[in-house]
């Protein structure tokens, strides 16, 4: 299955004092586990600069990492940045073939 490296940006009222984050957060990713069962989550980050968080998933196609995206911007109000990923040795096999 392919993955994709999701970037967020969450809006500020998100991550203010006394936000509610933790139960935001825990409704998304109810709500990703409910209506995309098909996505399968690797890893959540942290970050600092222009994004937020970092999310690393792996899902069947592009349309169906789309709608994580969707899920997540319809309950939260973030942007985000989806990309594909492409494994490291996978990628070195492609270059071998340029």
Do not use: C
Not at 56 to 64: G, L
């Amino acid at each position: 299955m392919p993955t994709y490296v999701m970037l967020t940006k969450l809006p500020a009222s998100t991550i203010q004092p006394g936000s509610s984050f933790p139960d935001l957060a825990h409704r998304v990713a109810e709500r990703i586990k409910s209506e995309l069962p098909q996505v399968k989550w690797g890893s959540s980050y942290a970050v600092m600069g222009r994004f937020d968080l970092v999310d690393v998933f792996e899902a069947p196609d592009n349309a169906t990492a789309e709608q994580v995206a969707l899920v997540i911007r319809r309950e939260s109000g973030a942007t985000t940045e989806t990309m594909p990923a492409t494994p490291w040795d996978e990628f070195l096999g492609i270059v071998g073939k340029v």
